[in-house]
């Protein structure tokens, strides 16, 4: 198979997973880690520390300058489509962070220009890879939950993720954008559905307190096209002291059964050290270290997975394989379908109605 030329788009908080991700496809010469980008030029000599790849603070002349065959896209979300475009002017595969893009029509420039250069564009919705998502799907395509009728979900950060992460644009993301893109694509991928109404509420107060702004919470009813509809509750506000940065679940009940995954209370790791302010968990299905028989690091986990799965649909395209030869595979079409329910929530939180997505 090919080797995979890669660079990145974005280094922060998420952009060492895909650091992570490609170095050690290097191992056995799936691909090659060949530039990395970002604006923060102590963040990219920090990354230059642990990863070996050409550094730039412009991703135009990253693009410019290298033979690449793919990018990912790692950046805050309002600056993923001007990414996304340049990427396919230059014939560039192309996997975007999720949302797509915070608005539709964005979303669809983004698939057009795609298609017109013929490239490959991807969304890492890496809630499709978990292997008790997966296993919730052959469950419902079995049959065993009948026609299913309702549902719920959640998936709730500690405050550090607005607070600290990124407390200069959480005000231009939400709990929608941030976190329930993730659940509402997850709901379309189970239920094989997209969105057909949305009616949303939220409450502003502790990130005001904080001097960042924007929502705390949203939560939504979005009612499916075939009659399912499914509640789902986003915030950014937990405790500090909360065990995991991350609190999150599904539940679907249909006419035959119900399925439930708990991601957070799943077996998960739980630890207790002087550098943490209390017991903490570590959900050991999303992301998990071990190291390989030459000492090197190896990150496992649906975090990794959906990353080298681009990898290895790239790998496809440059042995002469088409875009139909994929199979199954999270889309620019994927990341439409889920920024529309995502921005009729927000148009349903400005009207206080029930709004068609």
Request: proline share 3%.
């Amino acid at each position: 198979m090919a080797t995979v030329r890669i660079g990145i788009v974005g280094l922060g908080t998420f952009g060492i997973n895909h650091l992570r991700c490609f170095r050690q496809l290097g191992y056995g010469g799936q691909a090659e880690l060949v530039a990395a980008c970002d604006i923060n030029e102590e963040l990219l000599q920090q990354r230059r520390q642990g990863f070996e790849f050409t550094a730039y603070t412009d991703y135009r002349q990253m693009l410019a300058d290298e033979q690449l065959d793919a990018i990912t896209v790692v950046t805050p979300d309002p600056l993923h489509k001007q990414i996304v475009l340049d990427a396919a002017q230059a014939g560039v595969h192309i996997l975007c962070e999720k949302p797509l893009d915070v608005t539709v029509a964005g979303c669809q420039e983004m698939i057009d220009a795609c298609e017109a250069a013929g490239v490959l564009l991807m969304v890492d919705f890496h809630k499709r890879y978990d292997e008790y998502h997966l296993a919730m799907k052959q469950k419902i395509q079995a049959g065993d939950l009948g026609e299913i009728e309702y549902g719920y979900a959640y998936m709730e950060d500690r405050i550090e993720v607005p607070r600290d992460w990124f407390p200069g644009w959480a005000k231009n993301s939400s709990p929608a954008w941030f976190l329930g893109i993730h659940f509402y694509d997850l709901a379309r991928f189970l239920i094989e559905a997209n969105g057909k109404a949305v009616w949303a509420t939220g409450a502003t107060g502790r990130l005001a307190e904080l001097g960042i702004g924007g929502y705390d919470s949203i939560s939504a009813k979005v009612l499916f096209k075939g009659g399912a509809t499914v509640a789902f509750d986003t915030s950014w506000i937990l405790p500090d002291a909360f065990p995991a940065i991350v609190n999150q679940g599904i539940r679907l009940v249909g006419t035959k059964g119900l399925l439930e995954c708990d991601s957070q209370d799943r077996g998960t790791l739980t630890s207790c050290t002087d550098d943490t302010p209390g017991t903490q968990t570590h959900n050991q299905s999303f992301l998990r270290l071990r190291y390989d028989k030459q000492g090197r690091e190896v990150w496992e986990g649906y975090g990794m997975a959906s990353i080298a799965d681009f990898v290895s649909n790239v790998e496809v395209l440059l042995e002469g394989g088409t875009l139909a030869d994929l199979g199954d595979y999270p889309s620019g079409s994927d990341g439409l379908e889920a920024t529309k329910i995502a921005a009729a929530v927000h148009k349903s939180l400005e009207t206080g109605g029930l709004v068609g997505v």
